[in-house]
């Protein structure tokens, strides 16, 4: 399956941008997984917790994030966060 190009952008910084499987999103209308190929959309972020999935079946990296944008383009998956930090395991 093809990768999901994939772009973190913060207030401060560019976070993150590259290929990842899979990203699930806390879109203020419902959590919702975005794969490539996904269909174009565009929605507003709630806050909660970003999962970004590398590989099918591996366990996501976490990142807290409070509001901002989310855009599905056919150039992938773009997320414009107004605030985000790293969700440290124990």
Not at 22 to 36: K, N, Y
Not at 62 to 86: N, Q
Request: without cysteine.
């Amino acid at each position: 399956m093809a990768a999901l190009h994939f772009e973190l952008v913060s207030p401060e910084r560019l976070v993150r941008s590259g290929p990842v499987h899979m990203v699930v999103v806390p879109g203020t209308e419902g959590d919702f997984a975005v794969l490539a190929g996904h269909a174009p959309m565009m929605s507003t972020i709630r806050t909660g917790e970003i999962a970004v999935y590398t590989a099918a079946g591996d366990t996501p990296e976490r990142i807290h994030i409070e509001g901002g944008f989310a855009e599905v383009s056919e150039k992938g998956l773009t997320i414009l966060a107004e605030k985000l930090e790293p969700v440290t395991t124990h």
